[in-house]
C-alpha cells in the first residue's frame, strides 16, 4: 500500500498478534501506525460511494457483476473524481464471505491461470493497487544517450575491416559481399553513441598492436 | 509465478533452509520442485537471449537503460516470440549486485511513490509477472443480466407513485415536477432485469397491503 501511495487502511476485527508484528514492518509504519480498527464491515465501508469486493474466480459469486482487474481498475479511478471507494479484501484462507460480499457493489478478480488462481494476499493487494496506479501512457525509455550515427557505424565497419585483413581473416577474400555483411551486423548492434566510441577505441587498439606485429615481423 | 503461468524458476545460491521451506508452499508445489540451481547468473541465463534486471528506482544503475514495467512488458512479450527471457531478481535485501546487473540488457522497475521505492520480493515478482499476462484489451463486464427497459423502468415509477400517493407522500400535491424527479431517480439506479422484477415485486406487495389498510380503515 505504501509503495503506490495508498495510506488509508481499514481492518475489521483484525488478529492482533499478526496486526502488532506487521506494525513493524519496514518502511510501512505509517500506513500501520495511522490503520483504523473497526468491528463490521458496514462500519469500515460506511463513507465509501463504492465498494469493490475482490475475489479469487474459483470463488465466483454469480450475485455480483464480476470485472477483470484490467477493467474494473479504470472504473475505480473515475470513481474516485467523485467519492471515496473501498476496496474490499478477505482473509488469507478464506477470502470475503456471502456477507461481506453483500456490502460490495461489483466483484474484481486478478487474472489468473485456472489451475492456480488462489493468491498470496499481500501480492493480490500489490497486483491491484499497482493497477490502479498504472500508467498507460508511459514512454518507453529510448536508453541513454543517443543511437550512434550512421558516420560512426562506418568507422566501426572500416576498423573492423583493416582488423580483419591484419589478421588475415578468411572470408574477406572469397565473399564479394562480404564488406555489406559487415556493414548489416554493425548495425544490428543498435550502437548508442557512448558504446560505438568505446568499441571503436578497442577496435583501434587491437589494429595498431596487428600492424606493429606485422611491421616487427618484416 | 505459479499464479501467472511461469513454471521455469532458476535460482542461483539459494539459502537452502528458505528454499526447503518454499517448496512446502500450497499450490505451488511443481514450480518448486523444478526450480533449477545455479551457482553463478552467467550460468542460470547462458541460455537467454534477453535477460531484464529489477531494481528499485532508489538503486539507478546509469550504466543501463532504465524502463518502468508497463513501457518494459511489452519488449519482453516482443523477445519471447523469438526466445527466451530472463527476469533477474536479486535478494530481498540488497537487490542485483553491479556484477549481476553486467548479465542483463536492460533494466526495468516498478513505478512507486519515491518515499518508499523498495518493495517485497514476492511482491514486486507478482507485480512484474501481471503486467506481463495483463490484457489491455480485457472488455468491461456490463454486468449479470441485461438492463432494465425503460417499460419496466416506467412501471416501478407508477407503482413508486401508488405507493407514495397510498402513503399521503406530501410533496406529490406540492411539486408539478414530482413526477419526473421520480422518474429520473429509477433511471438512476442503474437497473438489471431480475432487479427491476425483485424491486417491482415488493413495491407491488407494499401497495396491495397500503390499500389493504385503507379499505379496513374506510
Not at 572500416?158 to 572469397?174: E, G, I, Q
Request: with cysteine; hydrophobic share 40%.
Amino acid at each position: 500500500m505504501s509503495n503506490f501511495g495508498f495510506l488509508h487502511l481499514r481492518l475489521v476485527n483484525p488478529y492482533d498478534v499478526a496486526f502488532q508484528n506487521a506494525r513493524s514492518a519496514v518502511g510501512a509504519a505509517d500506513v500501520l501506525a495511522n490503520a483504523e480498527k473497526f468491528e463490521t464491515v458496514a462500519e469500515a465501508v460506511a463513507d465509501c460511494s463504492l465498494v469493490v469486493g475482490t475475489t479469487a474466480v474459483g470463488h465466483r459469486d454469480l450475485q455480483h457483476s464480476l470485472q477483470r482487474l484490467e477493467a474494473g481498475a479504470p472504473l475505480i479511478r473515475r470513481h474516485l473524481a467523485t467519492g471515496p471507494c473501498a476496496l474490499l479484501f478477505g482473509s488469507e484462507k478464506f477470502g470475503l464471505s456471502n456477507q461481506d460480499m453483500s456490502h460490495c457493489h461489483w466483484l474484481m478478480h486478478i487474472p489468473t491461470r485456472e489451475e492456480h488462481f488462489s493468491m498470496n494476499l499481500g501480492q493480490a493487494v500489490a497486483v491491484c493497487l499497482y493497477e490502479l496506479k498504472r500508467d498507460a501512457d508511459a514512454p518507453v525509455n529510448p536508453g541513454e544517450g543517443s543511437p550512434a550515427s550512421s558516420a560512426e557505424i562506418e568507422r566501426i565497419h572500416d576498423v573492423l575491416l583493416t582488423a580483419l585483413r591484419a589478421s588475415n581473416y578468411p572470408k574477406l577474400n572469397t565473399s564479394d559481399s562480404f564488406d555489406g555483411a559487415v556493414r548489416r551486423l554493425v548495425r544490428r548492434l543498435s550502437l548508442q553513441t557512448g558504446d560505438a566510441e568505446f568499441l571503436l577505441g578497442m577496435l583501434r587498439q587491437i589494429v595498431w598492436k596487428l600492424k606493429r606485429n606485422e611491421q616487427a615481423e618484416s
